[in-house]
């Protein structure tokens, strides 16, 4: 297992791994197919974020592919420049195997070194297993987003979720 700082060279292979992830998951914010993201958009999305000291996106590989994904964007004004709001994917048949905990564990060294000291998420309720992912890598719940979301036509909640870690 190796987790890096995703190139331009990933490009179609991320964007490949976004929609997988996508089409897998109950709980991401696009349902399968509803949007289109080509090569060349995620090719422009990660030239755009290398020019931003606050904002990556890191990858993890196993057996020669790529299997998950965390994408941190910073702020963008100077008052939030020290924040990252963060959106992570790992494939269905990864899910389990410590692939989540590698990226935050990377994620953390990064943002030590880049002046980040808030990362912050938002996580449907009801999803258990990714909640305790969160909490694990020290993340606690500051607030509640109700009727956020509209999963399988039914309103559901989301946790505001953050970590200060410098």
Known sequence: MN??????DDA????HLILQVEKEAEFMLFEAGERTLTPDLQRS?????????????????ADGKLVGYLVARGGSARR???TVYIVIGVLASYRGKGIGTMLFAELERWARTKGIHRLELTVVVNNQRAVSLY??????QEGIKRHSLLINGKYVDEYYMANCCN
């Open 3 to 8: 987790v890096r700082h995703a190139t331009v």
């Open 12 to 15: 179609e292979e991320l964007a």
């Open 45 to 61: 999305q990660i030239e755009a974020m290398q020019n931003e000291e606050n904002s990556t996106i890191l990858v993890a590989e």
């Open 80 to 82: 939030n420049k020290h």
């Open 135 to 140: 909490r694990k890598m020290g993340f606690e």
